[in-house]
């Protein structure tokens, strides 16, 4: 048996303008932080003549064509692994739809997996890539790009999207101190709010493709705050950064009317009066996990364990997508 796992991610800033409607255009740029909670996938060879899928559904196919899940069909058509003599089940520590990028963390995986089947080894880049190509290209979702290459990479990485499609990738130059510090300053809550990230995205993409003048001038600035961002990480000044964020919030929340209820902007509210410098909704947007960068820690805790939110312990990795057994 093959397994694999993917890590999910957090945005740091720059979030939103890794979509093709405004890279392609402007070029984006973000930082992003691969975290110690997974996607995992595993394959193996059954003496059935079906296909087994099992994910949130079970399905039972004998033809790709059949196949519901649109991911796991488009990777097995690209990768030409027909089958049908094939199980393949997929789990996560965390639930779709909570905006860590599970859609981008579970292609990469599956891919990953995949080529390890036909015995092929495949550079974080080209996984990244061969992600997108499903999602964006195949799939036509409204997405952006920092979900496949984050989970492909690992690490706390900067990308900038440039115009002709390209991506390039770095880590962040910071002192182990600082990223411990980083580390260990965040917290992370659920809303208990799921959603579909292209129901908030849609709206992003359809307006950055009509160059609305509003949302064009909203991410220029956010990327700004992301380069910001870097700078505060890099000279080791997470006080900034913490600041940044709160701002990179308040711009966030303008693109949406879907971005945030009364209920996450309480929760908000409430951090911030109780020692967070920073915070915000981790992925597109209308639910998911609330985010804050704090140097109170423990009084941030225990304000929030208050109103009953479920706090998700954080590290980061190092490692990316890879084979853990098989």
Avoid at 108 to 132: D, G, S, W, Y
Avoid at 168 to 188: F, G, K, N, Q, Y
Wanted: proline share 3%; net charge neutral; hydrophobic share 40%.
């Amino acid at each position: 048996m093959i397994i694999g796992r993917s890590p999910l991610r957090i945005s740091l800033g720059g979030g939103g303008t890794d979509l093709p409607s405004y890279y392609r255009e402007h070029g984006g740029f973000l930082i992003a932080a691969a975290i110690t909670k997974y996607v995992y996938v595993s394959m193996h060879e059954t003496p059935l003549k079906e296909m087994l899928l099992r994910y949130s559904q079970i399905e039972r196919v004998k033809d790709i064509s059949e196949i519901r899940h649109p991911i796991l069909r488009e990777a097995l058509r690209l990768t030409n692994i027909l089958g049908p003599n094939l199980e393949i089940t997929s789990m996560a520590d965390i639930p779709s739809g909570t905006g860590l990028g599970s859609s981008g963390s579970f292609a990469t995986c599956l891919l990953k997996v995949l080529h390890k089947f036909k015995r092929q080894n495949i550079h974080p880049r080209e996984l990244a890539e061969m992600a997108c190509h499903i999602e964006i290209d195949l799939l036509k979702e409204p997405i952006g790009k920092q979900d496949q290459y984050i989970a492909a990479f690992g690490g706390v990485t900067v990308f900038e999207f440039n115009q002709d499609d390209s991506v390039a990738a770095w880590p962040v130059r910071a002192s182990a101190d600082t990223m411990d510090l980083l580390e260990d300053s965040l917290i992370m809550v659920s809303t208990g709010f799921y959603r579909a990230a292209g129901q908030v995205l849609k709206e992003q993409d359809d307006k950055t493709k009509t160059a609305d003048p509003s949302m064009v001038a909203n991410l220029h600035y956010v990327k700004e705050l992301g380069q910001r961002s870097l700078e505060a990480i890099e000279s080791g000044n997470l006080t900034d950064l913490g600041r940044l964020m709160h701002e990179h919030w308040t711009h966030k929340k303008k693109r949406s009317k879907l971005m945030s209820n009364a209920d996450i902007d309480r929760w908000y509210a409430l951090a911030m009066e109780n020692g967070a410098l920073g915070g915000k909704l981790i992925g597109a947007g209308g639910g998911g996990f609330l985010l804050f960068y704090t140097e109170q820690k423990a009084r941030l805790r225990h304000a929030l364990r208050a109103e009953g939110l479920v706090e998700v312990t954080l590290g980061f990795d190092y490692e990316g997508t890879k084979i853990v057994s098989g």
